[in-house]
T-cell receptor, first 114, second 121 residues
Framework: GQQLNQSPQSMFIQEGEDVSMNCTSSSIFNTWLWYKQEPGEGPVLLIALYKAGELTSNGRLTAQFGITRKDSFLNISASIPSDVGIYFCAGHRYSGGGADGLTFGKGTHLIIQP | GAVVSQHPSRVICKSGTSVKIECRSLDFQATTMFWYRQFPKQSLMLMATSNEGSKATYEQGVEKDKFLINHASLTLSTLTVTSAHPEDSSFYIC?????????????????FGSGTRLTVV
């Protein structure tokens, strides 16, 4: 199946630093989403973006839906140890026949050094 | 908010046996449930889309006779892995939602269960 192009694959940063990751696609999506997944758990929704150009914040997290509807980024400011985990972007496309499943990026593994 | 429950969280079975995984929407009626598979250190890949009261739609490469999906009610979908083999060992995750335009934005299949770790020995 299709996967989104997510980068970077992994990040090693110091506590307190800002983090930025992004996703691109060759096709348009109606909705972009960002998830965090802990080991052995399902992904937890962080931010959902519904309109091209939309910029949305959730605490220290900020995400934007690209104007072309083919890309999105997620920023985390002032990282803390509990931000460690794997972050996935996902795109949702509405087809005429009903709800479609999500297409995921390959994930960004965030590692924070104290 | 939307809550999706998945059971069991872990299961170990012998090769050749069948395993059933349940996905429940606890606080809303899900017209659609989605089943994903995630291999170690990889991303989630959609396996099938299950609409209440109708046959599931499978993604290319996913064997419908091996992965039986039943969505008999608006709050429950089940995935049965039949004649499981070691290569079926994976993390199976469901999500539940409503059709776009029929409910709040965050219920379009964006909420996931906690996953089921299947190990076939």
């Amino acid at each position: 199946g299709q996967q989104l192009n997510q980068s970077p694959q992994s990040m090693f940063i110091q506590e307190g630093e800002d983090v930025s990751m992004n996703c691109t696609s060759s096709s348009i999506f109606n909705t972009w989403l960002w998830y965090k997944q802990e080991p052995g758990e399902g992904p937890v929704l962080l931010i959902a973006l519904y309109k091209a150009g939309e910029l949305t914040s959730n605490g220290r997290l900020t995400a934007q839906f690209g104007i072309t509807r083919k890309d999105s980024f997620l920023n985390i400011s002032a990282s803390i140890p509990s931000d460690v985990g794997i972050y996935f972007c996902a795109g949702h496309r509405y087809s005429g026949g009903g709800a479609d499943g999500l297409t995921f990026g390959k994930g960004t593994h965030l590692i924070i050094q104290p | 908010g939307a809550v999706v429950s998945q059971h069991p969280s872990r299961v170990i079975c012998k090769s050749g046996t069948s395993v059933k995984i349940e996905c429940r929407s606890l606080d809303f009626q899900a017209t659609t449930m989605f089943w994903y598979r995630q291999f170690p250190k990889q991303s989630l890949m959609l396996m099938a889309t299950s609409n209440e009261g109708s046959k599931a739609t499978y993604e290319q490469g996913v064997e419908k006779d091996k992965f039986l999906i039943n969505h008999a009610s608006l709050t429950l979908s089940t995935l049965t892995v039949t004649s499981a083999h070691p290569e079926d060992s994976s993390f199976y995750i469901c999500s539940a939602g409503v059709l776009p335009g029929t409910g709040p934005n965050d219920n379009y299949g964006y909420t996931f269960g906690s996953g089921t770790r299947l190990t076939v020995v």
